[in-house]
C-alpha cells in the first residue's frame, strides 16, 4: 500500500507531526522528504504543474489542506520537502481510502519514478520520509 506517497502529494506518508487547534478543529501538520531524480526533475514539475483535478479533490475529501511540495538541490542532488495539514478524525483511514483510488493510484504509478527514498525509507518500499517538527508558530 502506498500510504507513504500520499504525503508527496501527498506523496506520502509517515511524518512526524505537531497538532494545534484553529476555529474548532484540530489541526496536525505533517512534513518530509524524499529524493529526485536528476533526470525526472522536468517530469515531476510538469506533472505538478498540471495537477490532476480527481486527485486534488481526493486530497481534500481525505481532509488534507495546505499541501505544497518544495523542492531543493543540495550537493548536487535533488530533494522534495512536502507539508500538508490533516484536519480529520482519522488520519489511517483517510490514508487508506486515498490509497485505494483508482485516480490515486495513477498518479502514484506516474510521480513514484520521478522520486529517489532515503535509503531507511526505500529499505520499507516507502517513498517519503518523516521529519519532526523543532519549531513552528503562528
Request: aromatic share 12%; proline share 4%; net charge positive.
Amino acid at each position: 500500500m502506498k500510504l507513504s506517497i500520499i504525503i508527496a502529494l501527498l506523496s506520502g506518508l509517515l511524518l512526524s507531526s505537531c497538532q494545534t487547534t484553529t476555529k474548532n478543529q484540530q489541526v496536525k501538520r505533517f512534513g518530509s522528504i524524499t529524493g529526485l531524480k536528476a533526470d525526472k526533475l522536468a517530469r515531476y514539475k510538469e506533472l505538478h504543474a498540471n495537477a490532476w483535478p480527481e486527485v486534488l479533490k481526493k486530497i481534500k475529501d481525505c481532509h488534507i489542506q495546505n499541501y505544497s511540495i518544495y523542492l531543493q538541490k543540495v550537493k548536487n542532488e535533488y530533494y522534495l520537502f512536502s507539508y500538508f495539514e490533516y484536519t480529520g478524525k482519522d488520519f489511517d483511514g483517510d490514508m487508506k481510502k486515498m490509497a485505494a483510488d483508482p485516480n490515486t493510484q495513477r498518479w502514484w504509478k506516474e510521480t513514484d519514478p520521478c522520486q529517489q527514498p532515503l535509503p531507511e525509507t526505500a529499505a520499507k518500499k516507502e517513498i517519503w520520509t518523516n521529519m519532526e517538527e523543532v519549531f513552528h508558530t503562528n
